[in-house]
């Protein structure tokens, strides 16, 4: 009876030790399962947020200051008295700033659109047609326009890149007065439209913390004038986003 005993107890004993051992192998064949779809949990979120800041690394916005050359041939000017004046040479250095944004397509291309609040001052020596007396006259105006662009980046120019521009202004204040010679009557002169095409080579520096500062070489045309007025101008430019 004692033998029984004790092998029914022995017989017991195997059975679940043997249990046992073949649970456990279940649960540690589980365990790299569930790592892995962990792992692809995470992986998918990294991606989507990296998704989300492309996306808004599109845009950036800039604000610039523009030191303006301009010169402007052998023109006729009219004033409030209908007197022509022949103008040998109209030419002037003068500041002004824009601002606004660009969006990234990609490849090395980017677009810009903003507000230009462009500013003339031109002087030249003149002398009306009927007479030999001289004047010196300087041709102030100030314009509200809409500047665009296109950025070019070409592969293996690091920082540098190229940019071509177009200009929509509109008059908006106008000075004529006589620094020299006899007065004349430059009351309420007619202002003036402008539509200006450029050309640009540009350079990026980054600052940091997602701010960029761009120095550039502009050089362009108003060609609703006659003679164009030629322009050659220094814009430094500082942008939040990317270059």
Do not use: C, H
Not at 16 to 22: F, K, T
Not at 115 to 126: C, N, P
């Amino acid at each position: 009876m004692k033998k029984k005993l004790l092998l029914l107890s022995l017989w017991a004993f195997l059975l679940l030790a043997g249990g046992y051992s073949l649970a456990e192998p279940e649960e540690v064949k589980g365990a790299p399962k569930k790592s892995v779809k962990k792992t692809k949990v995470v992986k998918s979120i990294a991606k989507d947020k990296t998704k989300s800041k492309t996306k808004k690394s599109r845009i950036n916005y800039y604000i610039s200051a523009v030191e303006s050359y301009q010169f402007q041939g052998n023109r006729e000017l009219q004033t409030a008295t209908d007197d022509i004046y022949e103008i040998s040479d109209f030419k002037g250095l003068s500041t002004f700033f824009s601002f606004g944004g660009e969006y990234l397509f990609g490849n090395g291309l980017v677009s810009r659109a903003g507000l230009i609040f462009r500013r003339i001052e031109l002087k030249g020596e003149a002398a009306p047609i009927s007479s030999g007396s001289k004047n010196i006259f300087l041709l102030k105006q100030d314009f509200i326009g809409l500047e665009t662009g296109l950025r070019y980046k070409p592969k293996g120019w690091g920082a540098w890149s190229l940019m071509g521009g177009l200009e929509y202004s509109r008059g908006q204040k106008i000075e004529l007065n006589v620094l020299e010679g006899p007065n004349v009557n430059t009351d309420n002169p007619k202002k003036s439209v402008y539509i200006v095409a450029s050309t640009s080579l540009l350079y990026a520096r980054n600052l940091g913390s997602g701010f960029y500062i761009e120095p550039a070489l502009r050089m362009g045309a108003v060609m609703t004038m006659v003679p164009f007025i030629f322009l050659t101008e220094a814009v430094i430019t500082l942008k939040k986003g990317t270059p």
